[in-house]
């Protein structure tokens, strides 16, 4: 399993691909949305994307309606995580685009109960 | 135009937000000691602030106190016993927790409002008192502020002790 | 500030901890302690933990000790923890009642440790979005043994680390409304839910007859005899075509013989054997 972790913080990129490691993931980084277009378009296309709203250049939200646009990219799950906690922005990125969504602060245990959900738990990992 | 910081936050519903973020981003196992209070000492050391454009307009600020910096960068970071932090760490960590605390924040306060991108530096000159919620806190016996402040500059001061 | 919880104060509170709940609080976990009895001290109008401690000590009061209690051992639950159970609720069990029953019949389900309402409200959630006419048919029951769980299940309320735990987003925006830092479930899901107090280990009160039952993760704090007394009187207060699921890490196997394992969704589910 791969996944690009987006987040335009280093610690919280480093928070999070370790949390995907942990359950077997192969990670990318990227520190906003179009440096990880470039990822996509370079060929590395991953399982699952976990996606900061607010970053500089390209933010999540755009981020999200670009790989929307791409049928070659439909394969991708999409994963909000991202500090941004109000109802109406939960729902603006639902309909963009994004699968599912961590609100920040969240604990590793959060990561994996929305990965369960989605399928996305390498079984032959051991919890 | 809103209300004043003050009639839309009080300090111990900042003080559940902060816990919130303590407890998943800095450890299981770490807890923010609230000092529940507004008149907590000035913290010495450096900042990170996010802007909140809105009907309410200011600042949200988080300071910690200097030696207290490199042990939250390294707890967040989870770094072994080996590793240092580094000055950039450390200003990530700052301004990720900013953001953090700000968007929760922001979620608190009248809409729709707009989370700006962290920064740093020394403690961002506060407004009236009256358009400012500040709480203290203590982690691991550091010291800690967490300021939210409006964005009209009204005394030209910071409460904490600048760099 | 006030003062730190000395290790006297703390070693009480792992001793008193550890009688109640069986649970161990390691050495270290002062600062634990101190954020999580903070919010109570305050509430009784005392300055700090250290001085909760000393007036416990000083003056033993089971209500208080029960709350200190439960203010440590309380941990996050997730809503579709362990998936199945839930995914079988709307593939199998569903289908198979609705044969079984006229249409107007009501559907009632007992979460048996409901701990906060996860289960309970991710049961009416599910069954709201997949079932017309769910809000006026299905009665969910929800029961724990702790007062302060029986509240929050009623009050429906959850902090944000909590709808982080395995809520999928569609149903948060669909059934919740932000209150403060809070999410709050909506109006017809929480009517859709009955909570009050219950020991399974004591005599049941009226309740039932019941069409599913959720009894997970609870057997497990018991002794066999005991086991086999609860499985005993939740058999009694169910339908006998019904369906009881159990944590992943229980079976009535060995312990009740009156029930039958049956493949259910992905895993399994128990249902009272024929004659008794």
């Not at chain 2, 923010?32 to 450096?46: E, I, N, T």
């Not at chain 2, 590793?83 to 306060?109: C, F, Y």
């Not at chain 2, 740093?120 to 550091?142: F, I, K, M, N, Q």
């Not at chain 3, 440590?72 to 579709?80: G, P």
Request: net charge negative.
């Amino acid at each position: 399993m791969r996944a690009l972790v987006i987040d335009d913080s280093r610690a919280m990129r480093r928070i999070v691909a370790s949390i995907l490691e942990g359950f077997g993931y192969e990670t990318r980084p990227a520190g906003h949305g179009r440096e990880a277009l470039d990822v996509l378009e370079e060929g590395w296309v991953p399982d699952l994307a976990c996606i900061d709203w607010n970053m500089p250049v390209m933010d999540g939200l755009q981020f999200v309606s670009a790989v929307r646009a791409v049928p070659a990219w439909r394969s991708v799950t999409l994963m909000m995580v991202t500090t941004e906690s109000e109802h109406g922005q939960i729902v603006k990125a639902l309909a963009a685009g994004a699968h599912e969504y961590v609100i920040k602060p969240f604990t590793a245990d959060a990561i994996g109960d929305k990965l369960a959900l989605l399928g996305l738990l390498p079984t032959e990992v051991p919890a | 135009m809103s209300a004043p910081i003050t009639h839309l936050l009080d300090g111990e519903t900042v003080t559940a937000v902060a816990g919130e973020v303590w407890s998943a981003l800095v450890g299981e196992e770490e807890y923010l000691v609230p000092g529940y209070g507004l008149d907590g000492p000035p913290v010495a050391g450096p900042s990170a602030w996010v802007t909140v454009t809105g009907p309410w307009n200011g600042l949200v600020v988080l300071t910690c106190d200097q030696a207290g910096t490199a042990d939250l960068t390294r707890s967040v970071l989870q770094m072994r016993a080996d590793e240092e932090a580094t000055e950039e760490d450390v200003d990530d960590v700052l301004r990720e927790l900013a953001n953090i605390l700000g968007g929760n924040v922001k979620s608190l306060l009248p809409g729709p409002s707009v989370l700006g991108l962290p920064e740093t530096g020394a403690a961002p000159l506060r407004a009236s008192d009256e358009d400012t919620c500040r709480v203290a806190a203590s982690w691991r016996g550091h010291h800690l502020a967490i300021t939210i402040q409006g964005a009209t500059e009204a005394p030209v001061f910071t409460t904490e002790v600048p760099l | 500030m006030t003062t730190a919880l000395a290790t006297p104060g703390f070693d009480w509170v792992c001793q008193l901890v550890r009688r109640e709940s069986a649970i161990v609080l390691a050495p270290g976990k002062e600062y634990l302690v101190e954020a999580r009895l903070m919010p109570l001290a305050r509430q009784l109008g005392l300055s700090g933990v250290s001085e909760l401690v000393e007036r416990c000590r000083a003056r033993p009061d089971p209500a208080t000790n029960r709350r200190i209690v439960e203010a440590l051992t309380t941990n996050e639950t997730s809503w579709f923890r362990d998936g199945d159970p839930f995914t079988a609720l709307t593939s199998t069990v569903m289908p198979a009642l609705q044969a079984a029953r006229r249409p107007t019949d009501p559907i009632a389900i007992w979460s048996a440790a409901c701990s906060s309402g996860q289960e309970a409200y991710t049961i009416g959630m599910l069954l709201a979005d997949s079932m017309p006419g769910a809000a006026s048919r299905v009665r969910i029951t929800a029961t724990d043994l702790s007062r302060d769980m029986v509240a929050r299940t009623r009050a429906g309320r959850f902090s944000q680390l909590e709808v982080n735990r395995g809520l999928p987003a569609p149903m948060l925006v669909r059934h919740f409304s932000r209150v403060g830092t809070e999410w709050e479930i909506a109006p017809a899901l929480r009517q859709m839910v009955t909570a009050s107090e219950l020991n399974l280990a004591g005599p049941l009160p009226r309740l039932g007859p019941f069409d599913v039952v959720y009894l997970r993760n609870v057997l497990i704090y018991f002794d066999p005899p005991t086991k086999r007394e609860v499985l005993r009187k939740v058999r009694q207060v169910m339908r006998p075509d019904g369906w009881l699921f159990l944590g992943a890490a229980e079976t009535t196997l060995g312990v009740d013989d009156s029930w039958e394992r049956v493949p259910c969704g992905r895993g399994s589910a128990y249902r009272p054997t024929k004659g008794k």
